[in-house]
């Protein structure tokens, strides 16, 4: 059954063994600090979902669920503080009612650096918001002037962003072939427009662009 109920902290949360209607969880997890999307069970837990404890959100890094002979089942998981960016390894009992943390993702533009300030747009507000080096780290090896992107926010404010899974990078510089390579096979590294070294196959020349895979670094093909 469904309910409402206030946590620790003064937000209204809405529990249910099932998940909210869309347009009911567009509604409840439009930026407020006040109202939290539901509860959900330690079994649902998957890669890349969102969960809340000790008063900070968290993202599934990895879980793992366990039927010991004796004793209960629980579920092992690595988690990362969206804050902090600490990963920790925490242990949940099985069918433990968890709190799923209240994150929006919106999509913005990123517009220009300011000094060590990335500045994301929204092309329909334009509306601002910025990261700074540390937020980035390397993700600014792919990240590329126009390049739409997804900002989280969580209690109404800005905690991390995720890259396309795909961008075009022009190459800016790449060795000489292997002599003697007459297939032209293998790979040899390039250095991007962005400052990125990623391996690419032997035909892709300096001033052509590529089609890099954000999440693991690696070439996809030619744009």
Same mark, same amino acid.
Request: positive net charge; glycine residues 8%; charged residues 25%.
């Given at each position: ?13 809405? !529990? ?12 409840? !997890? ?6 939290? $999307?539901?509860? %959900?069970?330690?079994? /649902?837990?998957?890669? *890349?979902?969102?969960?809340?404890? /000790?008063? !900070? ?8 669920? #366990? ?7 629980? &579920? ?8 902090? *960016?600490?990963? &920790? ?8 009612? %968890?709190?799923?943390?209240? $994150? ?5 533009? @990123?517009?220009?650096?300011?000094? /060590?300030? @990335? #500045? ?15 937020? +980035?780290? =390397?993700?600014?090896?792919? %990240? ?11 209690? *109404?404010? #800005? ?7 795909? #961008?075009?990078?022009? +190459?800016? /510089?790449? =060795?000489?072939?292997?002599? *003697?390579?007459?297939?032209? !096979? ?24 590529? &089609? ?7 070439? &996809?093909?030619?744009?």
């Amino acid at each position: 059954m469904a309910s409402l109920r206030f946590t620790p902290n003064g937000r209204l949360c809405f !529990s249910s063994p099932l998940r909210p209607p869309k347009p009911l969880r567009r509604f409840l !997890s439009h930026r407020s600090p006040l109202i939290k $999307i539901y509860a %959900l069970s330690s079994n /649902d837990i998957r890669v *890349g979902t969102n969960i809340e404890f /000790d008063g !900070s959100p968290w993202k599934v890094l990895e879980f793992l669920h #366990v039927k010991p002979g004796k004793g209960a089942a629980f &579920v092992r998981t690595k988690v990362k503080n969206y804050i902090t *960016g600490n990963t &920790v390894e925490k242990t949940f009992r099985a069918g433990s009612t %968890l709190d799923e943390a209240n $994150i929006l993702k919106e999509t913005k533009q @990123y517009t220009y650096k300011d000094g /060590d300030q @990335y #500045v994301f747009m929204d092309m329909n507000t334009f509306e601002e918001v910025r990261l700074n080096d540390k937020e +980035v780290g =390397d993700r600014k090896m792919f %990240l590329k002037e126009g390049a739409e992107c997804s900002v989280l926010f969580w209690n *109404g404010n #800005v905690i991390d962003f995720e890259l396309p899974i795909h #961008v075009k990078l022009k +190459v800016a /510089d790449a =060795d000489a072939p292997i002599s *003697g390579d007459a297939t032209r !096979s293998g790979s040899r590294p390039a250095k991007l427009e962005t400052g990125a070294i990623v391996n690419v196959p032997p035909f892709v020349e300096p001033g052509e662009e590529v &089609v890099v895979d954000t999440r693991t670094g690696q070439y &996809v093909t030619r744009a």
